[in-house]
Structures are given as structure tokens and as C-alpha cells.
């Protein structure tokens, strides 16, 4: 097992990344202090698999538990099940110390985040990823959110968790969809952090993909580690350094809500964003065509969707106003000047985004 601590002063915490560590995971929890009540939130499919794993742990650390299932879909991540998970909470909570856990992928994470930020004006809470995605991305950083029918994410704090616990033996269950999602934000990675992290993709997709316990161990540990000193220098992201993670991610999240959540999942969206602004980056002169290529290589190789089907341009370009990134009329999008060098640019002009996204549109 490994540990990488987000240094974060008070609010610092450590993720621990291994192979079949879930025996100690109720001795962390426990030494934790967090309180004796554990309200854990996750899907039926999670909960299937190993919810008695879990449940048996925690026991065995003096620690009870209730599960609230909530579905497995990125539309639970709404005020309305939001609001109807904190009703079951404060039933629970009745005569006991209780603390969250998000047992389960991104959705689960960022409405377990966000309930944790509000109720009681704050409660502490642990991640549990257990999708590859939430593992290197989403259950670090304390990002915590849900979405409005106008756009992803607009609901939502900054609240970190008090541990991020990465057994990569849940990844074993993964769909291969499910698992090339998460391989989208590994991608992301490497283009705009780390060139060696990128070639190691390319080199052993097939591995991934057989989901090699070494490979995934790799990714998950070095993912984690790009991330947590980009948090612990950038937590709110008011320095710039924190906004190159969301490369990919302005149309990606564009694409997911004209989509309505339902035709591509998070990673497929955010492999078109990061093909439609490496062309972008392109077309503004900041990097070569064979750098576009070699992402487009990449994605193709991991088996991520290059194209958008039944979706028009307009719906997304109507979405993407919806981004966070945006500053007031000013629009704000990670580009890159090559593998592993990035660039925030603004005021883009709309001519050149909607070339980029034209080109992804099944047809084109």
C-alpha cells in the first residue's frame, strides 16, 4: 500500500492506494475518530458486490452503518436526491455521531460531498471510490457538486474528505465502458501533466484494458499524486494551477448536458473535449498537428468514442455558456502547447470553438 497526503494544513488527508486492502480499511476509518455511525451512499451494484465487505469491516472497528442507495445514473446527482438523502440522514442521525461515506463512483462521491458540505452546515465524510474515474480523479480534491438541467456541476462547494481510500481491486468488476471512462481522465493526465504517464498508455493500452493489477495500480497511484500537489498548492482553484485539470472538460461537460446524461458518460464526453481543444490548440498556433494526432491515437487506442451522434452543434454550443469557467461574456478553456505543457486561454472566438466541436459531429 501507498500513501500520498493533499496537504491542505487542517483540512489535510491522505489517499491510500493498494491491491486488496480493504481488511484494513474499518482500523483506518476508526483511528480516524470521525464518529461511530457510518451513513454510507452508494448504488445496488456497489452495495451487491461489496457492501458486506464493507459493512463486516466497520463492525469489526466498533463502527454501525446504514446503506442509502441512490440510483446509478449521473441524475441522481440533483437538488432533488440531494434533498431526499439528507431527510434519511437526519433520521438516521437521531442519538448517533454520525459521518458519510461515498461508496461508489463519481456521482456517488459528488452528492455524498456535497450532502456531507451542507448538512449541519458540515459533517465529515471518507471516499470510497470504487470506478477507476473517481479513483484517479473525482474523489480527490474535494470538488463536491450536482447538476441543473441548465448545466454540470453549478450546485456545489469545496469540501474535502478526511480520506480517499483507492482499492484497486474494485476495478476488477468494471464494465470495459465503465473502465475506458475512467482511462479518459488517465489520458487527460498525461497531456497535461506528465509525457511519461501519456507513453505508458499508449504503450500497455491492452494491458489496462486486461485490467493488469500492476498497470492499474501504476495509473491510480500516479494520477493521484498529480493531483493532490496540484490541490494542496490550488485547493479553490484561485491561482490558475488547479484549472488545467479541467482540459477536455468545458465541451466534455457541454456534450454530457445537451446530451441530456444519458448517451455518453462522463469519460467519452471528456475524450471529445480534449480532441476538440487539441484542435483548437491547433488552430490558434499553440501546438502541431502531429501532437493532435497523437492524442487522437491515444484515445482511439483505449477505444473512447471520436465522434458525436445525435447531437447538434447548436446544443452544445448553447451548453457550453453554462461552463464555470466562464468570466461573465469571457470564455476560458484549457489548451495545450504540447504532451505534457498546458495553456489557459480566454475569448476565444466562437468561429474557431464551434470548427472544433463541427468536426466531432458524426458526419462531418
Known sequence: ?????????????????????????????????????????????????????????????????RFRIIPDTEKSKSVETASAVIRDLAAFDKGRKVFIIAFGGGV????????ASIYKRGIPYIQIPTTLLAQVDSAIGGKTAVDLSTGKNLVGAFYQPRLVFSDVKFLKTLSTRQLRSG????????????????SFIEKNHKGILKKKQAFLEFIVFRCSKIKADIVSKDEKEEKGLRTILNFGHTLGHAIETAAKFESYNHGEAVAIGMLAASDMSVSLGLTDKMTFFCIEKAISKIGLPAKIDKIKLKSIISAHYSDKKFIGKHNRFVLISGIGKTKIVENIPLKIIKEAVGKRISGS
Open 1 to 65: 500500500m501507498k500513501s500520498i497526503k493533499v496537504s491542505l494544513k487542517k483540512r489535510s488527508y491522505n489517499i491510500l492506494v493498494g491491491c486488496g486492502i480493504a481488511g484494513i480499511l474499518g482500523r483506518q476509518i476508526r483511528d480516524l475518530k470521525l464518529g461511530t455511525d457510518a451513513f454510507i451512499i452508494t448504488n445496488s451494484l456497489v452495495k451487491n458486490k461489496f457492501g458486506k465487505l464493507l459493512e463486516n469491516n466497520l463492525k469489526t472497528s466498533g463502527i454501525s452503518c
Open 108 to 115: 456517488v462521491g459528488d452528492l455524498s460531498g456535497f450532502v
Open 183 to 198: 482511462l479518459a481522465e488517465v489520458i487527460k493526465y498525461g497531456i497535461i501533466k506528465d509525457r511519461e504517464l501519456f
